[in-house]
Structure formats: structure tokens, C-alpha cells
């Protein structure tokens, strides 16, 4: 079975960096095909794709946002983690991590963390 | 970037209505066509994937088309526990684009 839990801060400053951790089991990163992606939805809004990290550690990232985002990966403790520069009250967000499958898409989800970025 | 725009924004529809959702790419994209399920509060689901198949443990009310730029979910008969809003994305290899999504409303 399936599983992605994401941790880190609640809240956080302008102009700090937020980091994000997924850890997930019933699955690894290094099977072929493989990904974990990261989502967020601003509080009564879309939803809006972030990074996406491959088993191969190839990335991708959201062309708008690219040059705050870092996606990595610890294969040896399942886990994956988002780092975003300059936060600002704009990038408040319940965030999610998410399963690729290689055909059926984001097929699993995390239960969300919400961040708020205030002073 | 390839843009999802969907329509409508909201639909107002009863218990038992055939309900239809379009979604519309800029640009013409491959079969990587997904549609989501999203209950306030909770993380979405998937219902659909390349276009038309159904995920494992959806209801076979739910079906998906299309091709090129123009896509569908359809509701056959909508169910109490279908009022939601649903979200289209496109999942190419190199970016991921979800359309602003449709709530299904009570009517």
C-alpha cells in the first residue's frame, strides 16, 4: 500500500526558505518509472504543479517558478524534499506530495500540509 | 507552458443528471489527459487517466474523451456523493499543467 506524508514548518516569514519533506512507503525511488511531485492549492484556489523528481533524479519544475525550487531525494529514507526560496504571503498553500505512476499519472496523494507565510 | 482552460466553472445539477465537463489545451497534447475528484478539506483523487481509462475503484458512471485539444469527463448519472470539484491536467514529460476546475454544485 501506498502512503506520502508531508512535514515541515506551518508557518513561515517573508523572504525565508521553506522547506518540505514528503516521506512515503510501498514504493521506492529507484524502481524504473518512478516519480514523486509536489502540488499546492492556495486556500480556495487551483491546484498548481511544482517539481517533479524522476527514480532516474531527473527533474522538472514549473517553468513560473523554477528558480526558487529544489527538489531532492534520499532514496535510503524514502524520502523527498521541496525547497523554496523567498516565500511570500502569495505562496500560501495547503502542499501536497504525490506518487507518479508512468501512465496513470498522480494516482497517490499525501493528506496536505498547509503553510502559511506571514510576519 | 500549455495552458488547461476548463468550463464550466461551476454547474448547478440534480441527483440522476448526465453531467459534462470540457477541458481545452493551448496547445495539442498526447494521451497524458487526467481528471481529478477534490471533496473540500481533502486531497484529490484520481478518476481518469490517459484520456478514458478508468482508475481502479471508480464508479463506471464516470467516463472520459477526447483527443487533440478538446477533452470531456461525463457524469452519467450524477450521485450525492459526486457534488465535488473536478480538475483536468495534462502530464506531459516535461511540465504538468491542471485547468482552474469545475465545482459541481446542488441545484
Known amino acids: 500500500q501506498i502512503t506520502l506524508k508531508e512535514s515541515g514548518p506551518t508557518l513561515v516569514k517573508p523572504t525565508e526558505t521553506l522547506t518540505l519533506t514528503c516521506t512515503f512507503s510501498g514504493f521506492s525511488l529507484s524502481t524504473s518509472g518512478v516519480g514523486v511531485a509536489w502540488i499546492r492549492q492556495p486556500p480556495g484556489k487551483a491546484l498548481e504543479w511544482l517539481a517533479l523528481l524522476y527514480w532516474n533524479d531527473d527533474k522538472r519544475y514549473s517553468p513560473s517558478l523554477k528558480s526558487r525550487f529544489t527538489i531532492t531525494k534520499d532514496t535510503s529514507k524514502n524520502q523527498v524534499v521541496l525547497t523554496m526560496t523567498n516565500m511570500d504571503p502569495v505562496d500560501t498553500a495547503t502542499y501536497y506530495c504525490?506518487?507518479?505512476?508512468?501512465?496513470?499519472?498522480?494516482?497517490?496523494w499525501g493528506q496536505g500540509t498547509l503553510v502559511t507565510v506571514s510576519s | 507552458d500549455i495552458q488547461m482552460t476548463q468550463s464550466p466553472s461551476t454547474l448547478s445539477a440534480s441527483v440522476g443528471d448526465r453531467v459534462t465537463i470540457t477541458c481545452r489545451a493551448s496547445?495539442?497534447?498526447?494521451?497524458?489527459l487526467a481528471w481529478y475528484q477534490q471533496k473540500p478539506g481533502k486531497a484529490p483523487k484520481l478518476l481518469i487517466y490517459?484520456?478514458?481509462s478508468l482508475e481502479s475503484g471508480v464508479p463506471s458512471r464516470f467516463s472520459g474523451s477526447g483527443s487533440g485539444t478538446e477533452f470531456t469527463l461525463t457524469i452519467s448519472s450524477l450521485q450525492p456523493d459526486d457534488f465535488a470539484t473536478y480538475y483536468c491536467?495534462?502530464?506531459?514529460?516535461?511540465?504538468?499543467?491542471f485547468g482552474q476546475g469545475t465545482k459541481v454544485e446542488i441545484k
Open positions: 504525490t506518487h507518479r505512476h508512468n501512465l496513470r499519472g498522480l494516482d497517490y
Open positions: 491536467q495534462q502530464y506531459n514529460d516535461y511540465s504538468w499543467t
Open positions: 490517459k484520456i478514458s
Open positions: 496547445q495539442t497534447i498526447s494521451s497524458w
